[in-house]
């Protein structure tokens, strides 16, 4: 669902904004979001973001908090994103559904 999209991360000075060819899932590396040795946090817990930021997310030197309130600020923005997906009957069919099953494991209504 991430190719093509905005990044909603928007921590790097070379944030490729809206461009999105190189937007994917960035993950919350968090143990309480299940990471762990060699395991990805569930998709659930996951933003879109550019190559960039990304990259300083996963690999940059970040402090531990600054690092959670960024993902934190982004992970809401995706809610919202996710939302207008699965109320808008007019995309393809597999990302209405994919939204909507993502939104259904968070507890978050869509109707």
């Keep these: 669902m991430a190719?093509?999209?905005e990044c909603l991360l928007?921590?790097?000075q070379r944030c490729a904004g809206d461009e999105?060819?190189?937007?994917?899932?960035?993950?919350d590396n968090s143990l309480q979001a299940g990471k762990g040795m060699s395991l990805k946090a569930d998709?659930?817990?996951s933003v879109w973001a550019c190559y960039w930021c990304h990259s300083l997310f996963d690999q940059g030197h970040i402090d531990l908090d600054d690092k959670?309130?960024?993902?934190?600020?982004?992970?809401?923005?995706?809610?919202?994103?996710w939302l207008k997906i699965?109320?808008?009957p007019c995309l393809k069919p597999w990302r209405v559904d994919a939204a909507r099953q993502v939104l259904?494991?968070?507890?978050?209504?869509?109707?």
């Design 3 to 5: 190719q093509g999209q």
């Design 43 to 45: 998709d659930s817990n």
């Design 104 to 111: 259904d494991h968070i507890g978050v209504p869509y109707e």
């Design 10 to 12: 928007n921590i790097s």
């Design 86 to 88: 699965a109320q808008n």
């Design 20 to 27: 999105g060819s190189t937007t994917v899932a960035a993950h």
């Design 68 to 81: 959670r309130a960024m993902f934190k600020e982004a992970y809401t923005r995706q809610i919202d994103e």
